[in-house]
């Protein structure tokens, strides 16, 4: 995707960020969701600044990306992670809201969706989340869809991600993927993988043994012609994994809380992510965080090959 002449002036690019990118050497995306929504404070700033060394010790350079009194950050220093994690005026922002964001001079922290879009217009291929949205239960009435899926649909980046949530409908999750022609690709095993638990009892419709070849799959593409992203799953670590049959209930007991509460739309996933540690006495922030760098590891690796390819 060519950048338009006409967004450049809206990005903020970190000077190591920009340098990385014009020597064509390794970057990796990060989002800020995760940070402001997604985790309690302090461990979602410790995990923010410890996620982009291990990016750091991959051999790349990390782009943490937000959007701070409307413009589009790439690289943030530690003060812009701290008002991250702090600040209750900051928004978790869609693509959708981009502009609304933009334009009235706010701060938001970027979803999947809006990050790749976002790491797309700085030129950046690779990105490291933790989870990606995708089809909610009970889509069928509610059509609640994250626009996470969209956006992989349409935006050349990879998003390397511990797969869906079991809080989603996985199965419905992984047909819009195909539909929307979108590599739903595991790495290293035959599974599609379910954010906290390794295996979701879904087969992954593709599977890479390692980063090396996910890099050759992204060239594919992109070489072909075929828009749109990749979602690359790497399991969570076994040492760090809430076995499904562990987790499950207490997914199913934040999904019950929620329906109590009457939450819709854009609040479903930070109250469900916060409910679940709340329940599991932080047991799965632990697995969180501990997922977040597995995924930024690999995100390096294959952000290292991509950038050999080229
Ligand atoms: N999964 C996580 N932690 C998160 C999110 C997903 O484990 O913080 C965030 C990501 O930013 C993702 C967003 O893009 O939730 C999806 O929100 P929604 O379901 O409203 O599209
Ligand atoms: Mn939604």
């Known amino acids: 995707m060519q950048t338009p002449d006409s967004a450049r002036s809206y990005l903020d690019l970190h ?58 950050k790439v690289g943030l220093n530690a003060e812009e992670l ?3 994690a702090t600040d209750k005026n900051v928004q ?11 334009a009235l001079r706010q701060h938001g922290a970027t979803t999947v969706a809006s990050t790749m879009r976002i790491a797309a217009l700085a030129g950046i291929r690779v990105f490291a989340t933790g989870g990606t949205g995708g089809v909610h239960r009970g889509a069928g009435n509610t059509m609640d869809i994250s626009a996470d ?15 869906v949530k079991s809080i989603l409908d996985i199965g419905l999750t992984l047909e819009v993927l195909e539909t929307q022609g979108v590599p739903a690709i595991t790495l290293g095993e035959e599974e599609f993988p379910a954010f906290y638990s390794r295996r979701s009892g879904f087969k992954s419709p593709l599977s890479v043994q390692t980063p090396a070849e996910a890099a050759r799959v992204l060239k594919a593409k992109w070489d072909l012609g075929l828009a749109g992203g990749v979602l690359l799953a790497n399991p ?18 934040a999904l019950r809380d929620m329906d109590a509460l009457g939450l819709t739309g854009k609040d479903t996933t930070p109250y469900l992510l916060g409910r679940i540690v ?33």
Do not use: F, W
């Open 149 to 163: 899926l969209l956006e992989l649909a349409r935006t050349d980046v990879c998003v390397v991600s511990a797969g």
């Open 278 to 310: 709340e329940i599991t006495g932080g047991r799965s922030l632990d697995t969180n965080i501990a997922l977040v760098r597995h995924n930024a590891a690999a995100a390096a690796q294959v952000a290292a090959e991509y950038a050999r390819l080229r």
């Open 15 to 72: 000077p190591e960020v920009a340098a990385a990118l014009a020597e064509g050497r390794p970057v990796v995306a990060l989002e800020s969701t995760i940070i402001s929504h997604g985790m309690p404070y302090p461990q979602n700033v410790e995990m923010a600044r410890s996620v982009e060394q291990v990016v750091r010790d991959g051999g790349a350079v990390p782009a943490t990306i937000a959007v701070l009194g409307g413009r589009l």
């Open 92 to 102: 978790k922002i869609s693509t959708r809201d981009l502009p609304v964001t933009v």
């Open 236 to 253: 969570v670590p076994h040492e760090s994994e809430l076995p499904a049959e562990e987790i499950n209930p207490h997914i199913e007991q």
């Open 82 to 84: 701290e008002l991250l």
